[in-house]
């Protein structure tokens, strides 16, 4: 099983509060992503990582934003909670560049905004 | 425009039957397919992954198939356990290099029924 951790596991918030979904993972790996999954739908890269203080945006467009001070560390903020933002956050990680690089993905967060 | 097609979107078997599911990709170029097991309410964790030369992989009871002439794969479960209720992702690389992107299908969500 993957050395990824996410917190909170569930959240439940009001609108217009800020935010902070907490990942870290323990294996050393220097890339880290972002997903966002909404309910039978795929996952969409919003934001990656490939070292400390390295962060692009991914595919998806997002009003989120991410910090990577440390290499365990990938917390994803949201300033300002909107509906919109409710959906689960999947944080992920990967080893260096080899032929079969795999992503190993945390528990999940799963956010509500009211 | 590069998609991940999966089919069915769910099913519905008895313990101990055997399934297949099926993944339709257009991405080129091709790096990798990988099959993902995604329990509900945790992180997609792989099964499987194949390269262009490989046609067929097998991991206990999950065996995938990948026809890259076709761009068609298959991951079939032989002998299901209510432990393989879970949604079944299907994932393609375009290279296997640090630019890679990956495209994700909307999963298969399999229920197995005592």
């Known amino acids: 099983e993957a050395d990824i951790y996410q917190t909170p596991r569930y959240l439940v918030i009001g609108t217009g509060k800020k935010i902070t979904l907490e990942c870290s993972q323990t294996?050393?790996?220097?890339?880290m992503y972002w997903y966002q999954q909404d309910p039978g739908m795929e996952l969409h890269l919003i934001h990656y990582?490939?070292?400390?203080?390295?962060?692009e945006k991914g595919d998806l467009s997002s009003e989120s934003t991410v910090s990577r001070i440390r290499t365990e560390h990938f917390p994803l903020t949201l300033e300002s909670a909107r509906p919109s933002h409710t959906s689960q956050y999947l944080c992920a990680s990967s080893e260096p560049r080899t032929v079969s690089e795999t992503q190993y993905f945390g528990p999940g967060t799963r956010l509500l905004v009211l | 425009k590069n998609q991940v097609e999966q089919s069915p979107q769910s099913l519905i078997i008895l313990e101990g039957k055997n399934c297949t599911l099926q993944c339709n990709y257009t991405v080129s170029p091709f790096s990798n397919l990988r099959w993902y097991k995604q329990d509900t309410g945790r992180g997609p964790v792989s099964l499987t992954i194949m390269t262009f030369s490989e046609n067929t992989k097998s991991n206990g009871r999950y065996t995938a198939t990948l026809d890259a002439d076709t761009k068609q794969s298959s991951l079939h479960i032989t002998a299901s356990q209510l432990s393989d209720s879970a949604s079944y992702i299907c994932v393609v690389s375009d290279r296997g290099s640090t630019l890679g992107r990956l495209y994700f299908g909307r999963g298969t969500q399999l229920t197995v029924w005592p």
């Open positions: 990582s490939y070292g400390v203080n390295s962060t």
């Open positions: 294996m050393g790996h220097d890339k």
